[in-house]
């Protein structure tokens, strides 16, 4: 149901069942450690990959939901001959980027990738680069966590004759597991859409030596040092959506000190990626005065809210631009799941201990950033960064994994994973191995095409894609559309002119 308060800001209110128990996170896939060599064998495709992983990372909440592609060209001798990058949508693949940077160097040389490229019905570019430009070998640091798309690249190279090696199959070592690490981590969020179905979720904060996110007053003002808040605020430009709850709001705007303290949820980098600020409220009962409503530069806001909480506020948001959601019970988890179907990827919580409890109750938090200052501050009523869980003994404790420690100047920046990060969905048996299996067995076929407006569901095709895509017709007949976008308007604007068509048909007779 859909009320239009303003037309292109509508408040939207979701009625979803209850959420599903969550599902233990599988372990990467298994490795044989009879072919494992020493840390030195491998080591310049270990290099290049990781590299690869590098560069990828560059175009971190950029390109969302597409994945974080890099790719490195190297001659025969080892010596770079180009690299690439995606970063953003619309824009040449990391593929071809890294081709036309090598030139004729790519005669005979070796293409590293972190991530297999996307091959799928309509889209070959990266595979067809690779096979022109001479390419010889292809060396892959993970196969594409999608279904539809998982070795489809690997196979396609193969058939035309290009020497292609995957990270942990065909190559293993100390140094190989390494770099395919580096190549899981900077997909995470990709990987986590394609096992859970959730976006990924970091819960940040900073906090004193004694565990207080703010004194008794509510002032935080401020915890940690400059270059570690810098360090947190880059998270902001990586996250396609920023979550604070209502008590943030209203004790940041309560303080009535500089209007640096009042909460603008921005990347606050320039000419940096501009996430969604997202304010979870059960009641509403939030201040009209705030800069988070303030939508006239561009950056968008949303509120999340229970169905029916304060109407005249709800309107009151729309006519300020602020896109109101409305859910029968709000919970972290539904919204993970709402922001999963529009097509986000990572999600940053910036919210307080109870919230953030939530959010971790629920099971949609993944990974952790804490700045730990050496300061003590006290205060029996001193808000912590996280709230009740509900643990009665130390053995219940939360224990992060792959655990990162850095000091930043006088701050200490701690990170780790509340859950792993798997390699892949699991894998869905071919149609082909699933007649061999049980010729009785009918399998799906799903659809694999689709075309989107404001977000792409399969990480793959967009509208923006600059290349030509080759579709099928109905009668199986090969037709060539300049872009997506081109395929995807032709039944919006045969329906816009049979509908035209009619109207002047009636109006005549």
Not at 36 to 49: D, G, K, N, P, R
Not at 124 to 130: C, G, L, Q, T
Not at 192 to 203: E, G, N, R, T, Y
Not at 273 to 299: C, Q
């Amino acid at each position: 149901m859909i009320f239009s308060l303003v037309p292109s800001l509508p408040i939207i209110c979701l009625s979803r069942p209850a959420a599903a128990a969550t599902a233990a996170v599988s372990a990467p896939t298994n490795v044989n450690t009879a072919a494992v060599t020493t840390s030195t064998s491998h080591s310049l495709e270990a290099t290049f990959i990781q590299r690869a992983a590098e560069i990828a990372d560059k175009s971190a909440g950029l390109t969302a939901p597409h994945p974080n592609h890099g790719c490195i060209v190297a001659t025969p001798s080892g010596a770079l001959a180009g690299q690439g990058f995606l970063f953003g949508q619309g824009t040449k693949s990391a593929e071809v980027q890294a081709v036309e940077a090598a030139g004729e160097l790519c005669r005979g040389a070796t293409a590293f990738l972190n991530l297999e490229s996307n091959e799928c019905p309509g889209d070959d570019v990266a595979v067809s680069a690779f096979v022109q430009a001479g390419i010889k070998r292809v060396v892959v640091g993970i196969r594409h966590p999608l279904q539809h798309l998982r070795g489809n690249a690997v196979r396609a190279l193969r058939s035309q004759g290009v020497e292609v090696d995957v990270l942990g199959e065909d190559l293993q070592s100390i140094a190989i597991e390494e770099a395919r690490k580096a190549c899981l981590l900077v997909n995470a969020p990709l990987i986590c859409k394609a096992a859970s179905q959730l976006p990924f979720s970091v819960l940040k904060y900073a906090m004193t030596l004694d565990g207080k996110i703010a004194a008794t007053t509510g002032d935080a003002t401020w915890i940690s040092g400059v270059t570690a808040r810098h360090r947190l605020s880059e998270l902001r430009g990586r996250s396609d959506a920023i979550i604070v709850g209502g008590n943030t709001i209203r004790s940041d705007t309560n303080l009535e000190l500089s209007s640096a303290l009042d909460p603008r949820l921005t990347a606050r980098q320039s000419g940096g990626h501009t996430p969604l600020r997202v304010v979870m409220s059960r009641t509403l009962n939030l201040p009209e005065e705030a800069k988070v409503w303030d939508t006239t530069s561009g950056i968008p806001t949303m509120v999340v809210t229970q169905r029916g909480a304060r109407r005249s506020f709800q309107k009151f948001l729309a006519s300020k631009g602020v896109e109101v959601v409305e859910f029968d019970i709000v919970n972290p988890r539904d919204l993970m799941e709402y922001f999963h179907d529009r097509g986000y990827l990572s999600v940053l919580w910036e919210c307080g201990g109870t919230l953030a409890a939530s959010a971790i109750a629920c099971g949609i938090v993944h990974k952790v950033c804490a700045v730990v200052a050496p300061k003590i501050i006290g205060g029996r009523n001193a808000p912590s960064p996280v709230g009740e869980l509900g643990m009665i003994e130390m053995s219940q404790a939360l224990k992060l994994i792959d655990v990162h420690y850095e000091k930043v100047e006088e701050d200490m920046l701690i990170s780790g994973y509340l859950q792993p990060i798997s390699d892949v969905a699991p894998v869905i048996p071919s149609r082909d191995a699933t007649l061999a299996a049980d010729p009785a067995v009918a399998p799906c076929e799903p659809n694999i095409i689709s075309f989107y407006n404001s977000w792409d569901h399969y990480g793959s095709l967009s509208n923006f894609s600059p290349h030509s895509v080759h579709m099928a017709d109905e009668n199986g007949d090969i037709s060539t559309w300049m872009t997506v976008e081109h395929y995807y308007q032709v039944p919006v604007l045969a329906c816009i002119v049979l509908l035209t068509f009619f109207f002047l048909f009636s109006m005549i007779y």
